[in-house]
């Protein structure tokens, strides 16, 4: 697997390497903020973990910030300092350096030693990707994408190869164990991590916690997957399915401006100033008749189908 993406990579950014900006960013945060311009004030877009590699397309006049496109395509502006800058070989060779890990804990920390007393080198969310040198004292000694080494605790982390392995394919207790894991976390615009959420940034997450990409917006994922229900028929509906909302054209189209996840018993997750429960059944405490009055139809969401894709299938 990891000769095909290296040869993709390799291919695709063979052009772009042949100048000035290196082609290949690895994020080095634990969280990178993408904008819809150049600037830290613009709009947040989207986020990108700790360890993705992102295509970098350009770069802005007389500014640190780099076009990237993410690995589900979704492009968008990142600080230059949220991102190590490498050609192919130079990202063979740090991925070579040692084993890849993932970060399976909420949130910690990197410390300079392997003691938790030790200074922070920098925190972790969950889902984060770093490069594992040695195991000592119950700590991995890792590798940041700037070189910078650091120590997290053993049970905080699993083999990528092997955690992608265990996830290839979402089932309806992983489902469900990801997405109550998300419950209570505030609503942030462009939110795809545990330090906030938006709605399609929610669902996103939720599949990426099982191993598979989704595209980024509410509006691209609801062109994914196999339509179940458009008349509210709910027993049409498992675990996992994505309800979609918004408004009805005159003319028969519609424009999705939300997206929510099916728990089942009448019941969907979703964020919406935090993430949190609603309900379809009138009587029930969490019941949502603002979403159900703009309700459009729900996708069943299959990797077969369209433009979803394995995790294992992007470097």
Request: overall charge positive.
């Amino acid at each position: 697997m990891k000769n095909k993406i290296w040869i993709f990579l390799g291919l695709s950014f063979a052009a772009l390497g042949q100048g000035k900006i290196k082609p290949i960013g690895i994020v080095q945060v634990s969280v990178g903020n993408v904008r819809s311009e150049p600037a830290q004030s613009a709009e947040m877009s989207t986020q990108v973990l700790l360890g993705t590699p992102v295509k970098i397309l350009e770069k802005a006049d007389a500014k640190n910030w780099y076009l990237v496109q993410m690995p589900d395509e979704y492009q968008g502006w990142i600080e230059g300092g949220a991102i190590a800058r490498m050609d192919s070989l130079e990202f063979k060779q740090y991925k070579n350096q040692g084993i890849e890990l993932i970060f399976t804990t909420f949130q910690g920390k990197i410390h300079s030693h392997a003691s938790e007393k030790s200074e922070i080198v920098s925190e972790l969310v969950w889902l984060d990707r770093l490069i594992g040198l040695k195991k000592m004292y119950g700590f991995w000694e890792v590798i940041l994408p700037n070189g910078e080494k650091g120590f997290v605790k053993e049970q905080e982390l699993q083999a990528y190869r092997d955690w992608l392995y265990s996830n290839s394919e979402p089932t309806k207790n992983r489902i469900l164990f990801a997405a109550h894991s998300l419950l209570g976390i505030p609503y942030l615009w462009g939110g795809t991590s545990v330090k906030g959420l938006d709605c399609s940034g929610f669902t996103k997450t939720v599949f990426q916690a099982n191993g598979w990409v989704l595209p980024r917006d509410a509006s691209q994922q609801a062109k994914e997957g196999l339509l179940v229900d458009s008349t509210r028929n709910w027993s049409n509906l498992t675990v996992g399915d994505l309800l979609f909302f918004g408004e009805k054209r005159a003319n028969g189209t519609f424009k999705v401006v939300h997206v929510g996840l099916w728990e089942g018993n009448q019941s969907y997750l979703h964020a919406s100033e935090r993430t949190r429960r609603a309900s379809m059944d009138p009587n029930a405490k969490e019941f949502d008749a603002y979403n159900l009055n703009r309700y459009l139809f729900t996708k069943r969401i299959q990797a077969a189908v369209n433009q979803v894709k394995s995790l294992a299938k992007t470097p």
